[in-house]
Nanobody, 127 residues
Framework: QVQLVESGGGLVQAGGSLRLSCAVS????????MGWFRQAPGKEREFVAA????????NYADSVKGRFTISRDNAKDTVYLQMNSLKPEDTAVYFC????????????????????WGQGTQVTVPS
């Protein structure tokens, strides 16, 4: 059974930082590209960042480029999202996801490219 479990969300003031983690089990983590998505109230889920299976390639939404960093530790089967300079518009539920194709690059940016999803973790940045 594949499981993705996010953690690290919370309430943080504007300008602050958070690091999200996503622990993966039930699949061979090192073979899969991973992504982070988010969904704000009343909005559709949107792409945030992706990392290739090897960790050698990363991709970011324009809205987070330069502020967020995605990384992975294949020894720990975990993917991370370091979020700095947080803004109120970053408030959302953040989801991690595993790509549907083995050995993918970081170019997959739609939710249809991902087969496995976590339950999400809430990030709140008050205005």
């Amino acid at each position: 059974q594949v499981q993705l479990v996010e953690s690290g969300g919370g309430l943080v003031q504007a300008g602050g930082s958070l690091r999200l983690s996503c622990a993966v089990s039930g699949l061979t983590f090192r073979r899969y590209a991973m992504g982070w998505f988010r969904q704000a109230p009343g909005k559709e889920r949107e792409f945030v960042a992706a990392i290739s299976w090897s960790g050698g390639g990363t991709n970011y939404a324009d809205s987070v480029k330069g502020r967020f960093t995605i990384s992975r530790d294949n020894a720990k089967d975990t993917v991370y999202l370091q979020m700095n300079s947080l803004k109120p518009e970053d408030t959302a539920v953040y989801f991690c996801a595993a790509d549907r194709t083995l050995y993918s690059s970081s170019s997959d940016t739609t939710e249809y490219d991902y087969d496995y999803w976590g339950q999400g973790t809430q990030v709140t940045v008050p205005s």
